[in-house]
């Protein structure tokens, strides 16, 4: 979730992919009665809904178009979403919790009349229907425009779902949002996790050792001008090859996000918002104790390995958006000297998946690295000698 919400910045999708599993499964768990009052969707024709389809089931492990089973990614494995008039989380700061406050003073109703409105749709929904109140609260918050977590819809797209979701509460009614949704994550957010995943280090610390490679090649080469210049042996220019040598293999790691100082002992980084307490209590607002806002890096890391911290920005369904720029932590990270950024604290990589894909790419960058820098060298030796000094 921390991807979603820090670096790609569409949490939403999971959320709600979330939310439509468990609903699905929550639907086809009613009586047939309550099941006749929202008929399947026709997606054929888009303008009435098909005949009651009781003996209907959510997907469970046919294909999808992108060729994989539909839970092959356990999306549906995550804890079920905290019920919103449950006890606020102390981890939420003040200023989101007003800002959510804020969010809320407006029904979910009238969220949806005005969506449905903006897309030309002028009559009410069917109020009889089995959750209709919880689709209202989805409508308002995932499809209607300017929602807290508004989906990544085309217009097209919303007045078709909106429509749908006018005439029936079933789960059919959203299947452009579900494949969209699932494309989203399937094609683009776990390929893109997956990446982040093999990176090791911050950005600060990349862009230090990448650079760092640079200065090795450069090093390298203004050696080799100073010798072919001089009236040395020519075997003197063999000490280029280790400054090329590492110097590229350095830079080719980088390319890919690697530290290959980090990756020896099999470590990362930690994250900008793993380096200070994730959020604090509206209680630690009131009394403005610095203390109480943050505790050491082990500590934090431990808790929520734990499950000890919950951040303000989770799996839950309804709520604020999923912007963190109030959060603790960015503004402290903010005012981070640019060497304790460089230089932060590493964490041993639990997962060994992670650490196979490193070895691979650190292997491969060496192999580059090999077969750069030794013609390079040959041609640097095979110079002729200038001799003007």
Same mark, same amino acid.
């Given at each position: 979730m921390d991807y979603l919400v820090y670096v790609s910045h569409d949490a939403e999708n999971l959320q709600f992919w979330i939310w439509l599993q468990a609903y699905t499964r929550k639907f086809y768990a009613t009586s047939p009665s309550e099941q006749a009052l929202s008929p399947p969707w026709s997606a054929v024709d888009g303008l009435q809904p098909t005949g009651n389809d009781s003996k209907q089931r959510p997907r469970t492990?046919?294909?999808?178009?992108?060729? #994989? %089973?539909?839970?092959?990614? !356990?999306?549906?494995?995550?804890?079920?979403?905290?019920?919103?008039?449950?006890?606020?989380?102390?981890?939420? &700061?003040?200023?989101?919790?007003?800002?959510?406050?804020? !969010? @809320? @003073?407006?029904?979910?109703? &009238?969220?949806?009349? &005005?969506?449905?409105?903006?897309?030309?749709?002028?009559?009410?929904?069917?109020?009889?229907?089995?959750?209709?109140?919880?689709?209202?609260?989805?409508?308002?918050?995932?499809? /209607?425009? %300017?929602?807290?977590?508004?989906? !990544?819809?085309?217009?097209?797209?919303?007045? /078709?779902?909106?429509? /749908?979701?006018?005439?029936? @509460?079933?789960?059919?009614?959203?299947?452009?949002?579900?494949?969209?949704?699932?494309?989203?994550?399937?094609?683009?957010?776990?390929?893109?996790?997956?990446?982040?995943?093999?990176?090791?280090?911050?950005?600060?610390?990349?862009?230090? $050792?990448? !650079?760092?490679?640079?200065?090795? #090649? $450069?090093?390298?080469?203004?050696?080799?001008?100073?010798?072919?210049?001089?009236?040395?042996?020519?075997?003197?220019?063999?000490?280029?090859?280790?400054?090329?040598?590492v110097g590229i293999s350095i830079g080719v790691a980088a390319y890919k996000g690697l530290c290959v100082i980090i990756h020896t002992g099999h470590c990362r980084n930690l994250r900008p918002w793993e380096q200070f307490a994730d959020s604090a209590s509206l209680d630690s607002f009131d009394r403005d104790d610095e203390a109480a806002l943050s505790t050491s890096t082990d500590d934090v890391y431990s808790m929520s390995n734990r499950g000890g911290l919950k951040r303000g920005i989770s799996m839950d369904t309804f709520g604020t958006s999923n912007s963190y720029e109030h959060e603790l932590w960015v503004e402290r990270y903010k005012k981070k000297p640019l060497l304790q950024r460089i230089f932060t604290k590493n964490i041993w990589i639990q997962e060994e998946t992670v650490r196979v894909l490193q070895d691979r790419i650190v292997v491969q960058s060496h192999l580059w690295s090999l077969i750069v820098t030794v013609p390079l060298t040959v041609g640097v030796v095979a110079l002729p000698k200038v001799g003007l000094y």
């Amino acid at each position: 979730m921390d991807y979603l919400v820090y670096v790609s910045h569409d949490a939403e999708n999971l959320q709600f992919w979330i939310w439509l599993q468990a609903y699905t499964r929550k639907f086809y768990a009613t009586s047939p009665s309550e099941q006749a009052l929202s008929p399947p969707w026709s997606a054929v024709d888009g303008l009435q809904p098909t005949g009651n389809d009781s003996k209907q089931r959510p997907r469970t492990a046919e294909k999808s178009k992108f060729g #994989v %089973n539909e839970y092959e990614i !356990n999306f549906d494995q995550q804890e079920p979403p905290m019920s919103p008039t449950g006890p606020m989380s102390p981890q939420f &700061d003040k200023q989101s919790f007003i800002s959510g406050m804020a !969010n @809320t @003073t407006r029904s979910a109703a &009238d969220s949806v009349e &005005d969506a449905n409105a903006q897309v030309g749709l002028k009559w009410q929904s069917f109020t009889i229907q089995p959750f209709r109140s919880e689709i209202n609260r989805v409508i308002s918050h995932y499809i /209607a425009p %300017n929602s807290p977590r508004e989906l !990544n819809l085309s217009h097209k797209t919303r007045a /078709a779902v909106l429509h /749908a979701l006018q005439h029936t @509460t079933h789960p059919s009614a959203l299947s452009l949002v579900r494949d969209i949704v699932e494309g989203t994550l399937r094609g683009q957010s776990h390929p893109n996790f997956i990446r982040w995943s093999i990176c090791n280090g911050n950005k600060p610390r990349v862009l230090f $050792v990448r !650079n760092s490679g640079i200065a090795h #090649v $450069v090093g390298a080469i203004l050696l080799a001008i100073i010798l072919v210049l001089s009236h040395a042996s020519r075997w003197w220019r063999l000490f280029c090859f280790p400054l090329f040598l590492v110097g590229i293999s350095i830079g080719v790691a980088a390319y890919k996000g690697l530290c290959v100082i980090i990756h020896t002992g099999h470590c990362r980084n930690l994250r900008p918002w793993e380096q200070f307490a994730d959020s604090a209590s509206l209680d630690s607002f009131d009394r403005d104790d610095e203390a109480a806002l943050s505790t050491s890096t082990d500590d934090v890391y431990s808790m929520s390995n734990r499950g000890g911290l919950k951040r303000g920005i989770s799996m839950d369904t309804f709520g604020t958006s999923n912007s963190y720029e109030h959060e603790l932590w960015v503004e402290r990270y903010k005012k981070k000297p640019l060497l304790q950024r460089i230089f932060t604290k590493n964490i041993w990589i639990q997962e060994e998946t992670v650490r196979v894909l490193q070895d691979r790419i650190v292997v491969q960058s060496h192999l580059w690295s090999l077969i750069v820098t030794v013609p390079l060298t040959v041609g640097v030796v095979a110079l002729p000698k200038v001799g003007l000094y």
